[in-house]
């Protein structure tokens, strides 16, 4: 089995997966309270944090899958794009672990595990497909052929979906994360209620929300009272992002010529983005929340397409906020 680590946000998360993509436990600690009250995640306080549940994480994650580090053929461990100081826990105490029983250690990119979560479980997506991948960190579309590999064909020039979701809430007065709470409200409002832009920047397959974000706050501004709108500026809101997304996986279906479609990220999760993807014209794989949001299933996934660095090579190994 392989063993993986994900602390680059705000998770702690250890995942036990076979070789053939069944996942055996599939733990995260979401630290989502402790930055609730700062309306974003806290870079400092997510290191600390980690640190303090890294190794109970993974103890519960053998123990679910009632296994021992005997099990463990392999570490896989998320080494970025993230926050460094959140990064560096998940990677030092991958490297201890593998490096105590002289196994392999495959240091995986973040954004590899999501394009290829919908790669694990029963009913796996075969390459060659498309994935949509939009987080809070995150929003592109990339080809996958191969599936140790992946080709971004577009990506957010400014802020990510979740984020235009996060940042609305705000606007609105909603808790965060926003996502979940946008999708709630909207479920009540009319969606032609306000008139949002929808922006396709340039000729590619690249994407912006920071102008819908900025068109919400005017509009929050003149309306005034929000209360008494707030069911149809979510509606039209959270319209405007899932059609800007869905535009973008659209044209990307027909100019790649694929009929296989990945979604995933937390913005996964939204039951308008998931009702229209169904509609497409391809089959569409989401797969479950817990492998959508992020988690170490989908390291170790991922790591299974790579190429392990044997002990004692990954000694020197440092984690990166970019990759
Ligand atoms: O993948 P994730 O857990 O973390 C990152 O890697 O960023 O994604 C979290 C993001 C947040 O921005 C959250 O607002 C958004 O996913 N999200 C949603 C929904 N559930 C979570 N956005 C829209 N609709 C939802 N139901
Ligand atoms: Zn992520």
């Not at 599939?26 to 303090?52: C, F």
């Not at 170490?296 to 991922?302: E, L, N, P, R, T």
Request: aromatic share 4%; with cysteine.
């Amino acid at each position: 089995m392989i063993l993986g680590i994900e602390t680059s946000c705000d998770d702690t998360c250890a995942a036990l997966v076979t070789r053939d993509g069944q996942i055996h436990a599939n733990v995260i600690a979401s630290q989502g309270l402790l930055h609730e009250r700062y309306g974003g995640v806290v870079p400092e306080i997510a290191s600390r944090q980690h640190l303090e549940v890294v190794d109970s994480v993974i103890d519960d994650a053998l123990e679910r899958a009632d296994a021992t580090l005997e099990d463990v053929d392999e570490v896989a461990v998320t080494r970025g794009p993230g926050l460094i100081g959140a990064l560096l826990v998940g990677v030092s105490s991958a490297k201890a672990l593998a490096a105590a029983r002289r196994l392999p250690l495959s240091p995986v990119d973040h954004l590899h595990g999501h394009v290829t979560a919908s790669m694990l479980g029963e009913d796996p997506i075969e390459p060659p497909f498309l994935a949509l991948v939009a987080s809070g960190g995150h929003t592109f579309l990339a080809r996958v052929d191969d599936p140790g590999e992946y080709s971004v064909l577009g990506q957010t020039l400014d802020d990510a979906a979740g984020e235009a979701f996060d940042k609305g809430a705000r606007l609105l007065g909603l808790g965060y994360p926003g996502g979940p709470e946008i999708d709630r409200l909207a479920r009540a409002g009319d969606p032609a209620a306000f008139d949002f832009p929808r922006s396709q920047p340039g000729d590619g397959l690249d994407f912006s929300f920071s102008g819908l974000k900025t068109a919400l706050l005017y509009t929050v501004q003149r309306t005034g009272s929000v209360p008494d709108c707030c069911a149809d500026l979510a509606a039209s809101y959270q319209r405007a992002i899932v059609d800007a997304l869905i535009a973008r996986l659209e044209q990307a279906v027909e100019r790649e010529g694929l009929d296989r479609v990945a979604l995933g990220g937390g913005v996964a999760a939204n039951r308008e983005l998931r009702e229209r993807a169904a509609r497409l014209g391809a089959r569409v794989w989401v797969p479950p929340m817990e492998l959508c949001t992020d988690n170490a299933a989908m390291i170790a996934g991922a790591a299974r397409f790579g190429e392990p660095i044997a002990y004692p090579g990954y000694l020197d190994l440092d984690a990166a906020a970019r990759l």
